[in-house]
Nanobody
Framework: QVQLVESGGGLVQPGGSLRLSCAASGFIFSNYAMRWYRQAPGKERELVAG????????NYADCVKGRFSMSRDNAKNTLYLQMNSLKPEDTAVYYC?????????WGQGTQVTVSS
């Protein structure tokens, strides 16, 4: 059974940091490119960051570039998103996503709220 389980979300003040994790199981994690998406209330889901299957290549949305850092540990089947200098506009549900050819898996999401 394929599972992607996000964790690490919560309430943080503006300027603070959070580290999201996504634990994968039920598929060969190291064969899949991984992505983080987010969806704010009333908005469409947007791509935040992506990483190649081996972890050698990353890319980021302009709105998070320089503040967020994505990584993966293929030995632990885990994906990470380090989020620094958080802003209220980063408030959203964050989802991890696994992609290989025509196969896509989604997690259930974790809420991140940035507010004073």
């Amino acid at each position: 059974q394929v599972q992607l389980v996000e964790s690490g979300g919560g309430l943080v003040q503006p300027g603070g940091s959070l580290r999201l994790s996504c634990a994968a199981s039920g598929f060969i994690f190291s064969n899949y490119a991984m992505r983080w998406y987010r969806q704010a209330p009333g908005k469409e889901r947007e791509l935040v960051a992506g990483i190649s299957s081996a972890g050698g290549s990353t890319n980021y949305a302009d709105c998070v570039k320089g503040r967020f850092s994505m990584s993966r540990d293929n030995a632990k089947n885990t994906l990470y998103l380090q989020m620094n200098s958080l802003k209220p506009e980063d408030t959203a549900v964050y989802y991890c996503n696994a992609v290989r050819l025509n196969t896509v898996y989604w997690g259930q999401g974790t809420q991140v709220t940035v507010s004073s």
